[in-house]
């Protein structure tokens, strides 16, 4: 829709310019920007104009840029031995869009705009990443993204910084990783996404996002058993409620999805890396294997609710 409020869209080529007047915003993709009226807003400083490279390699991680789209991160070539791989179509999907949003939807926009179902988070919180943010007095800082978004549409920027990338260690992307999701209709919103990633170091990391307010991750030094898993999702505070969902039924299927991955990434890695359910369905409970269900130490851990002030590539 036309946002007849602006009137101003100023195009940096600096970082010095990239600087927000009352009333300014960033600007991504623009693809939720765009969607809704937007009360307040005057202007917009369109990071796209900036020219970051959307995806650059260094010898142990992987940089997504924010304006990064989602196409071009859908494009990033696979290593031989990044099991992980796969888990990026598989949050693509699970996003409320077309391929063709794809096309300028930012990745950085999706993750800084906070909204549960934001799978771009999930995606990165799965794999360990963190966002590196450009700060007021021309410094960076860095947040993980599992505690990068802190609310409903809210997020750990302060007023002036941007989102400027986010970084993916490789070693996750060599992890296995699980994928189950969930909503009430073949098309609707995620009513709850949960992800496993089993580390190199044999660490299990467990990640709900869409199913509450925030993104939370259990990790555990090995592959937990039943109850150990099951407590650590009994103390989650944080569920969320709305037309795609009540809490309980997302805590229900996040504690069942959150033990289907435990076992299938217990068991001995075979050729696939995929889900044994399809995206947007739930599927049977795989059989429980014999081992004493205390073996694993839970060490949950939620994001701190610190800072609420949304930003980034939209």
Same mark, same amino acid.
């Given at each position: 829709m036309d946002l007849t409020t602006v009137r101003e869209i100023r195009t940096p080529s600096r970082r010095d310019e990239v600087v927000f007047a009352p009333g300014e915003r960033p600007l991504g993709g623009g693809t939720w920007l765009f969607s809704e009226r937007q009360p307040g807003l005057t202007? *917009?400083?369109?990071?796209?104009? *900036?020219?970051?490279?959307?995806?650059?390699?260094?010898?142990?991680?992987?940089?997504?840029?924010?304006? =990064?789209?989602? /196409?071009?991160?859908?494009?990033?070539?696979?290593?031989?031995?990044? %099991?992980?791989?796969? @888990?990026?179509?598989? =949050?693509?999907?699970? *996003? *409320? /869009?077309?391929?063709?949003?794809?096309? +300028?939807?930012? +990745?950085?926009?999706?993750?800084?705009?906070?909204?549960?179902?934001?799978? !771009?988070?999930?995606? !990165?919180?799965?794999?360990?990443?963190?966002?590196?943010?450009?700060?007021?007095?021309?410094?960076? $800082? $860095?947040?993980?993204?599992? %505690?990068?978004?802190?609310?409903?549409?809210?997020?750990?920027?302060?007023?002036?910084?941007? @989102?400027?990338?986010?970084?993916?260690?490789?070693?996750? @992307?060599?992890?296995?990783?699980?994928?189950?999701?969930?909503?009430?209709?073949?098309?609707?919103?995620?009513?709850?996404? +949960?992800?496993? $990633?089993?580390?190199?170091?044999?660490?299990f990391v467990v990640t709900v996002t869409a199913g509450t307010t925030r993104p939370v991750q259990l990790r555990f030094d090995e592959v937990p058993g039943e109850r150990s898993l099951a407590d650590a999702l009994a103390d989650v505070d944080c569920w969320y409620s709305d037309p795609h969902g009540d809490p309980d039924w997302r805590r229900a299927m996040s504690t069942r999805f959150a033990d289907e991955l435990r076992v299938e990434l217990g068991r001995p890695a075979t050729g696939g890396t995929g889900p044994i359910g399809g995206a947007g369905t739930a599927v049977r409970p795989l059989r429980e294997p014999t081992h004493d269900p205390r073996s694993a130490t839970a060490r949950a851990r939620s994001t701190p609710r610190t800072g609420t002030t949304p930003g980034g590539a939209r």
């Open positions: 202007g *917009l400083v369109d990071l796209t104009s *900036l020219g970051w490279a959307p995806i650059e390699r260094a010898a142990d991680v992987v940089s997504v840029a924010a304006t =990064c789209t989602i /196409a071009e991160l859908l494009r990033l070539p696979s290593d031989d031995d990044w %099991a992980g791989h796969p @888990l990026i179509a598989q =949050c693509a999907d699970s *996003l *409320l /869009a077309s391929f063709k949003i794809w096309n +300028v939807a930012t +990745v950085g926009g999706n993750v800084a705009l906070g909204l549960p179902a934001g799978a !771009m988070t999930s995606l !990165m919180a799965t794999f360990d990443a963190t966002a590196v943010v450009w700060t007021t007095d021309g410094g960076e $800082r $860095r947040v993980p993204v599992s %505690a990068f978004v802190t609310g409903v549409v809210q997020n750990a920027l302060e007023p002036g910084e941007v @989102l400027r990338s986010l970084e993916v260690p490789i070693d996750s @992307l060599r992890s296995r990783t699980g994928f189950r999701r969930i909503s009430l209709s073949p098309l609707g919103r995620s009513g709850t996404l +949960v992800t496993a $990633r089993l580390g190199l170091d044999g660490e």
